[in-house]
């Protein structure tokens, strides 16, 4: 049997950083599982065209990696993506493994590194795996901003969530913001705005360090966080590294391919993918 599995992302037109945490990814799940083959699919159609045109790269969506998969014969795939939380990127590549799921003898879908909070201990904790693997990165002796992206999906909750099993493990100088989502940055200010510290590290909550690290986090511009906090009286470090370029963080995404090869918590996802009854 052709097996495959498909590594899927947004994509990142960075060359550089892309190098550091996508490539770097796809090589350890591809040393990690050596019979299966290894392909790639961005979900942003913008990045994929800015490629395409300025640098001759060729990415598939997911609708054509998972079509190239068909043609060339394969009859397993388990499709795994590099996103953070479950929002409309994971909504978009759920549906089309839908449409694919009688196209292949067997297919499955594996998870983002926020989804399950074990509290019963009947699932993992994705959000206490999550802080154990980034913790190495993070200062303990002044305030930490992480910033996310933000949705206006439900699954932006996931970042108050975050927030909270960073208190809960003694991280209280750590503060989540979004881009595009609460939390925001304002919000963060009201409670760092009299904080006995008066330097702070600026730490991308992506994959990779993208537009949103290089421009609205540590940019130049009068709006960039780096220059908000610099005249509000804060010390700024921005730590410009994706967090896909952390070993211990890129060992999510192996655990969460064994799972979805071993079986475990499938039931759950497979009621997500399945297609309804006509």
């Not at 969460?256 to 993918?273: A, L, Q, S, T």
Request: charged share 30%; with cysteine.
């Amino acid at each position: 049997m052709k097996k495959a599995i498909l590594i899927i992302s947004f994509g990142t037109t960075y060359e550089n950083t892309r190098k550091l945490t996508i490539d770097a990814i796809e090589e350890k799940v591809k040393d990690e599982f050596k019979d299966y083959e290894i392909r790639r699919a961005f979900t942003s159609y913008k990045i994929i065209k800015v490629l395409k045109e300025r640098d001759k790269i060729i990415v598939d969506t997911p609708g054509m990696a998972l079509s190239r998969l068909k043609r060339e014969g394969f009859e397993k795939v388990i499709v795994q993506p590099l996103h953070i939380i479950p929002g409309e990127e994971y909504d978009f590549v759920k549906r089309v493994v839908n449409e694919y799921s009688y196209d292949f003898k067997e297919i499955k879908l594996g998870r983002p590194v926020l989804y399950y909070k074990g509290i019963t201990g009947e699932f993992p904790d994705d959000y206490e795996i999550m802080v154990n693997s980034i913790k190495s990165i993070i200062p303990r002796d002044e305030i930490v901003i992480l910033m996310g992206h933000g949705s206006t999906h439900s699954s932006n909750a996931c970042y108050s969530c975050l927030q909270l099993v960073l208190r809960d493990n003694d991280f209280g100088n750590v503060f989540v913001a979004n881009v595009e989502g609460y939390p925001d940055l304002n919000n963060v200010l009201r409670y760092i705005e009299n904080h006995e510290t008066r330097k702070v590290t600026l730490i991308p909550l992506m994959l990779v360090a993208g537009n949103h690290a290089v421009i609205d986090m540590a940019g130049n511009s009068e709006d960039s966080w780096k220059n908000i906090l610099t005249s509000n009286g804060f010390e700024v470090t921005a730590y410009v590294h994706g967090l896909g370029e952390v070993k211990e963080f890129q060992d999510i995404y192996i655990e969460h391919i064994k799972d979805v090869m071993e079986g475990r918590y499938e039931k759950e996802v497979k009621e997500e993918i399945k297609c309804p009854e006509l």
